[in-house]
Nanobody
């Protein structure tokens, strides 16, 4: 079992920045991939960024160049630094942790709202 708790969401103006955090607890040593999804109203959940246990990263085209995913293993924390935020970045952001190929755990989500 893995528990994930996100924080750092909020209301920010167009062009602003936010850093999301996700603290993991439980069977942390079994996690091989962590990342962030987001879901905007009326839209499907989409992958924002992911990072493997060896540091390999993947980003959605929509955030590439504006966002950085990182993990601090000593603090059991995953981060998502988002810059140059746009109204279309408005969504609930969910942290996930993957064990093996298919087993995923999810946080409760944190709301990000970008005002124009």
């Amino acid at each position: 079992q893995v528990q994930l708790v996100e924080s750092g969401g909020g209301l920010v103006q167009y062009g602003g920045s936010l850093r999301l955090s996700c603290i993991a607890s439980g069977s942390i040593s079994s996690i091989n991939v962590m990342g962030w999804y987001r879901q905007a109203p009326g839209k499907e959940r989409e992958l924002v960024a992911r990072i493997t246990s060896v540091g390999g990263t993947t980003y959605a085209d929509s955030v590439k160049g504006r966002s950085t995913i990182s993990r601090d293993n000593a603090k059991n924390t995953l981060y998502l630094q988002m810059n140059s935020l746009k109204p279309e970045d408005t969504a609930v952001y969910y942290c996930f942790a993957q064990i093996g190929t298919y087993l995923q755990y999810w946080g409760q989500g944190t709301q990000v709202t970008v005002s124009s």
